[in-house]
């Protein structure tokens, strides 16, 4: 069973505690004497047991074939951009800074490289399989729990960075459309404004033009406008009275029409004596001009007349 760490005060605690032990045990060998001075013990001499050093290094030692000990001692594989395939005298001329992390780690894969290569063919030899097969399984360094949890974790990143991101597309689109729909609020307006003044300016007869009533007329510019109020047309009639002969017709002239000329003076074949002298027919109109007085009528007469 393990211990739970101590705390920084536990430890100190649990120092003291052994030193105290450990000053108990020597005053008790009698090995602390009275004073400043503090007995040294000499250097420990050093034990060559051969001997045992043999023993161990046959125990270690194993006669087995190289396809269980899988032992290489290589040098590291030759760069390309050397010309002669020598891996050993470029490091051994320079040699690797310790020192240097990304050119000791070149030094590691280079060698690496070197072994793979020499061993790859010995092994085809031997007809070992060097491929992992297709229903090779090989358990995790972390737990199917562990995974799980990454793998929530990481979706639940992913589903907030699209839902920001959809947020932040359709505050763009709020935007946008705010815009279009106040530019087309603006454009109507600037076409009812544009119509408007195109309608008095026809009233008025400083105008002609009726292409506002098909709808399809662009806004003028400020600079460029039709005319001013003292740019009155005045050749023949206005605008409106020509707007109406053209729909309703033109009847001809009218002023003027019963003047006399020289034509219609000398022209006397229409005049009649009995007509112009009250001998002829009554008017058609005066039908009943001598016609006899009614009942009524006449008991009025009598009644004024007494």
């Known amino acids: 069973?393990?211990?739970p760490p101590l705390s920084g005060s536990d430890s100190e605690s649990e120092e003291s505690l052994a030193f105290d032990r450990e000053l108990q045990d020597a005053f008790s060998r009698g090995l602390l004497k009275p004073g400043l001075n503090v007995v040294l013990e000499g250097p420990k001499k050093a034990v060559n047991d051969v001997n045992g050093l043999k023993q161990c290094l046959a125990e270690f030692k194993r006669d087995l074939e190289w396809v269980e000990r899988l032992d290489v001692t290589l040098g590291p594989v030759a760069e390309?951009?050397?010309?002669q395939p020598t891996p050993r005298n470029k490091d051994e001329k320079k040699g690797v800074n310790p020192?240097?992390?990304?050119?000791?780690e070149m030094s590691f894969y280079r060698q690496a490289q070197a072994a793979v290569l020499a061993v790859l063919p010995r092994f085809h030899q031997l007809q070992v399989p060097t491929k992992r097969p297709t229903d090779y399984f090989a358990e995790m360094a972390k737990s199917d729990q562990q995974m799980q949890k990454i793998r929530q974790k990481l979706q639940t990143k992913q589903a907030a960075m699209e839902k920001s991101e959809k947020a932040k597309q359709l505050r763009a689109l709020r935007k946008y459309g705010k815009k279009v729909q106040t530019e087309v609020l603006q454009k109507r307006q600037r076409e009812k404004a544009?119509?408007?003044?195109?309608?008095?300016?026809?009233?008025?007869?400083?105008?002609?033009k009726l292409d506002f009533l098909e709808g399809d007329q662009k806004p003028v510019a400020h600079g460029a406008k039709a005319g001013t109020k003292g740019q009155q047309m005045?050749?023949?009639p206005n605008a409106k009275r020509r707007y109406?002969?053209?729909k309703f017709g033109f009847g001809g002239k009218k002023k003027g029409s019963k003047w006399n000329t020289r034509e219609s003076y000398d022209d006397v074949s229409s005049f009649r004596a009995k007509v112009a002298h009250g001998k002829g027919p009554k008017r058609p109109g005066k039908k009943g001009a001598n016609k006899r007085p009614g009942k009524r009528a006449r008991e009025k007469m009598k009644s004024r007349t007494h």
């Open 234 to 236: 005045n050749k023949g």
């Open 99 to 104: 020192e240097d992390d990304f050119q000791r």
């Open 80 to 83: 390309v951009s050397e010309t």
């Open 194 to 208: 544009h119509m408007m003044n195109a309608i008095k300016k026809y009233q008025k007869g400083f105008s002609d």
């Open 244 to 246: 109406k002969n053209q």
């Open 1 to 3: 069973m393990d211990t």
